[in-house]
């Protein structure tokens, strides 16, 4: 699995899913489960893809097996205080609408304290808690230092089937209404 992303996207609009299933055929999907399009083993995948992408840039981004089977994000909301050190502002859960992974336009939002205490024990809530404030400032400092001076950023995590913090991606303009 994996997903297809315009390198300057926004709002998940154009991200597309694609996942190879046993039976060998490869469904296409577009914000929700559902495929879009289904290549046979025996069809051109490029070939769809390339009619499907265009010439526009995109990136490929390795898919990870989620911890539930409703897809959640976590966004962290990091600026830069009066003395321009990154600092955490807030971090909030936006759960998408059923059947669909794309959680740019998402069903639901909450507070992670919300949602992290119904999945985990309190000792783990702590633990991933910490995790998503050191990881969203170090990756914040590690932007700036290739983009330049930045005001604000938000870093995206999804937790995987292990339990495990991964960064999906990281955006200069952040989507406020949904923090």
């Known amino acids: 699995?994996?997903?297809?992303?315009?390198?300057?996207?926004?709002?998940?609009?154009?991200?597309?899913?694609?996942?190879?299933?046993?039976?060998?055929?490869?469904?296409?999907?577009?914000?929700?489960?559902?495929?879009?399009?289904?290549?046979?083993?025996?069809?051109?995948?490029?070939?769809?893809?390339?009619?499907?992408?265009?010439?526009?840039?995109?990136?490929?981004?390795?898919?990870?097996?989620?911890?539930?089977?409703?897809?959640?994000?976590?966004?962290?909301l990091v600026q830069k205080g009066i003395l321009g050190e990154w600092m955490v502002s807030a971090i909030t859960c936006r759960v998408a609408y059923e059947h669909y992974f794309n959680t740019s336009v998402c069903g639901t939002i909450y507070d992670v304290s919300e949602i992290l205490p119904r999945?985990?024990?309190?000792?783990?809530?702590?633990?991933?808690?910490?995790?998503?404030?050191?990881?969203?400032?170090?990756?914040?400092?590690?932007?700036?230092t290739y983009m330049g001076s930045l005001g604000e950023l938000s870093v995206d995590f999804v937790i995987d089937e292990h339990n495990k913090l991964w960064i999906i991606e990281l955006n200069g303009k952040p989507q406020k209404k949904y923090i």
């Open 119 to 144: 999945i985990f024990m309190q000792e783990e809530t702590n633990e991933i808690l910490q995790s998503l404030y050191e990881v969203s400032v170090e990756a914040s400092q590690e932007a700036e």
């Open 1 to 76: 699995m994996l997903y297809i992303k315009p390198s300057y996207g926004s709002m998940g609009k154009s991200v597309y899913r694609v996942e190879l299933k046993d039976s060998g055929d490869i469904h296409i999907s577009l914000h929700s489960l559902a495929p879009r399009y289904i290549c046979r083993k025996n069809e051109n995948i490029q070939k769809k893809l390339d009619e499907l992408l265009g010439l526009k840039k995109y990136m490929v981004q390795q898919g990870v097996h989620l911890l539930s089977q409703r897809y959640f994000d976590i966004r962290v």
